[in-house]
């Protein structure tokens, strides 16, 4: 067991509740991206932090702002570790947290053990699909999560399909539901301005070149490889804008040197920029001109709501809780997943519409500080938080760190 900083312990007379958000691995990520922004964006005067990575952390821990949060890696093994579950009880005791929350299936065994640890405030959330059970349908799955229900206090979904999932094939009582969606930093992420420097290579995108662009792990269920097969495909629906086109994929991950292949393979190696994973993303969005994601399954998509308040319409696959972010003909398009061949197709419009282009990325931004405002995310989370302490109020020890 390790930590990145002194073990955060609460000052005299430090009355703050202790939340123990337990996640698989603190990394590069969407989840992990909405939990960093949920602790340095919650008022440091209601709740203090605690990260317990089931595996380990990373460089990625240092976008933490706050100094009173501690990092913690348990280092599990792949497979099944149940020395992982002695370590997690061992370190739940010592740290007394008043709230345990574990995120997504890796994690929703370790409400048993934070039973047995004696945490009574436990929360579960439900993030995004993964890639062997895009819909939550595989029986293994549902099992477990029918099994570990009468365990979780509260549970909360980010998207309106994950709140019915829980709802219909788990079981769940409506009122241990929340529906809190992410939010957005729309001071960070903004419209570009003219006199902005762009952060692309020199000479990559010339005068009059149009920027298509997504950022994402680069692995299979974000499905990088539609883009560019639905990027190639333009070469032959859009042939005299095909020159001027370019492609912008941000991420790194299992499928980045396939898809450079993919691209080097068509000859189009030239019209993409395969960054890897990059500090700047928001200076990176504010150079395209259109945002797509081509995901087989997601939850709610940062980057999505990164792009929506860059200004930029976004084209998403129809899935998980795209439809919650985007809508159609307003602020961007929904296409079917898994089929780059209509992606192209949508993408084309786009590239043969300027006015269409700015009016729908107009409308992402404002769609993007009216709902999906970072003060809104926090304040869901909060109340979530509030609730079951009221249900499960702490004793009033001494010395009582959590």
Not at 45 to 70: K, L
Not at 127 to 143: E, N, S, V
Not at 275 to 281: C, E, H, M, S
Not at 285 to 291: E, H, I, K, S
């Amino acid at each position: 067991m390790s930590a990145a900083r002194p073990l955060a312990t609460a000052a005299p007379g430090d009355e703050r509740p202790l939340v123990a958000h337990i996640i698989h691995r603190l990394d590069v990520g969407g989840m992990e991206n909405g939990l960093v922004n949920l602790i340095n964006h919650m008022p440091a005067e209601r709740y203090r932090h605690a990260i317990v990575c089931m595996t380990r952390y990373t460089d990625f821990s240092q976008r933490i702002h706050r100094d009173d949060v501690s990092l913690h890696a348990l280092h599990k093994r792949e497979g099944k570790d149940l020395g992982v579950h002695r370590r997690l009880h061992r370190l739940l005791r010592s740290l007394r947290p008043a709230i345990v929350h574990t995120r997504n299936l890796a994690t929703l065994e370790a409400q048993a053990t934070a039973a047995a640890a004696g945490v009574r405030a436990r929360i579960h959330g439900e993030h995004g699909w993964d890639i062997g059970d895009l819909d939550g349908a595989r029986t293994k799955h549902r099992l477990m999560r029918r099994l570990a229900r009468p365990l979780v206090g509260r549970y909360i979904a980010l998207s309106r399909q994950q709140l019915d999932y829980l709802a219909g094939a788990i079981g769940v009582p409506e009122g241990r539901l929340h529906h809190v969606c992410n939010g957005v930093d729309t001071h960070r992420f903004r419209p570009r301005r003219r006199d902005e420097a762009s952060p692309l290579p020199d000479g990559f995108a010339p005068e009059g070149s149009l920027v298509v662009g997504s950022v994402m792990r680069m692995q299979a269920v974000k499905a990088p490889e539609d883009l560019v097969d639905a990027f190639i495909a333009l070469r032959e629906r859009a042939p005299a804008r095909f020159p001027r086109l370019r492609l912008v994929l941000v991420g790194d991950g299992p499928l980045s040197e396939r898809v450079a292949r993919r691209l080097a393979e068509a000859g189009v190696a030239d019209q993409a920029w395969l960054p890897g994973a990059r500090d700047d993303v928001a200076a990176v969005m504010r150079a395209l001109d259109l945002f797509v994601l081509p995901s087989l399954a997601e939850g709610i998509c940062n980057t999505v709501l990164e792009a929506m308040a860059c200004g930029l319409p976004v084209v998403a696959t129809e899935v998980g809780g795209n439809p919650d972010l985007v809508r159609p003909g307003e602020t961007g398009t929904l296409v079917p997943a898994g089929d780059p061949s209509t992606l192209a197709r949508h993408l084309q419009a786009y590239l043969d519409d300027p006015e269409r282009r700015q009016r729908e990325g107009e409308a992402a931004r404002a769609r993007a500080e009216a709902v999906f405002s970072m003060e809104a995310m926090v304040e869901g989370y909060m109340r979530v938080y509030d609730q079951a302490l009221a249900e499960h109020p702490l004793p009033a020890v001494p010395g009582r760190r959590g």
